[in-house]
């Protein structure tokens, strides 16, 4: 019998294995911007946007002191952190590049628009915000055809100017 998630499930939080929880802890919180919960020593803190219990879980309880994971070996692709205006995505994006945070690139997806990078223990992050549902493209049959564009990111920061 086949069985269809129901629309409104969302993923509620990921947790991540760090190797050091302060230095991620400076990234997640000090750099993004996301709240502290709860903290436990220096083993996992749990940090959240808006005062939810948690979004994100960091812990060391496997890591503590590792090495990153290896790249091409299943896992983890990225953790997507979705921005809820153009204009959020735009002022995070002017943070990090003030900050001088690397970035591994920049889309437009036809439904999104994303930076990416890489937080201290090389895991993938996506920070995006969706465009409007009737903004998506389709195609003649009226079926999601997403791509791959490199985002404009002058366009993105004229947002910081309205």
């Given at each position: 019998m086949?069985?269809?998630?129901?629309?409104?499930?969302?993923?509620?939080?990921?947790?991540?294995?760090?190797?050091d929880l302060?230095?991620?802890?400076?990234?997640?919180?000090g750099l993004l911007g996301f709240e502290?919960?709860?903290?436990?020593?220096?083993?996992?803190?749990?940090?959240?946007?808006g005062g939810?219990?948690?979004h994100i879980g960091l812990n060391t309880w496997h890591s503590k002191g590792m090495p990153p994971a290896p790249e091409n070996a299943p896992g983890l692709y990225h953790t997507a952190i979705l921005y809820p205006t153009r204009k959020d995505l735009a002022a995070i994006y002017k943070r990090l590049t003030d900050a001088k945070v690397p970035f591994t690139g920049f889309s437009d997806?036809?439904?999104?628009?994303?930076?990416?990078?890489?937080?201290?223990d090389q895991n993938g992050v996506e920070l995006y915000w969706d465009k409007p549902?009737?903004?998506?493209?389709?195609?003649?049959?009226?079926?999601?055809?997403?791509?791959?564009?490199?985002?404009n990111l002058?366009?993105?920061?004229?947002?910081?100017?309205?």
């Open positions: 086949s069985y269809t998630v129901p629309a409104q499930t969302r993923i509620g939080h990921v947790h991540l294995k760090v190797s302060q230095r991620s802890l400076d990234f997640y919180c502290l919960m709860v903290k436990y020593g220096d083993q996992a803190a749990f940090i959240s946007a939810y219990h948690h997806h036809g439904v999104s628009e994303a930076l990416y990078l890489n937080d201290p549902r009737d903004q998506w493209p389709k195609d003649e049959n009226g079926q999601l055809t997403m791509y791959t564009h490199r985002l002058s366009n993105l920061l004229q947002e910081l100017e309205s």
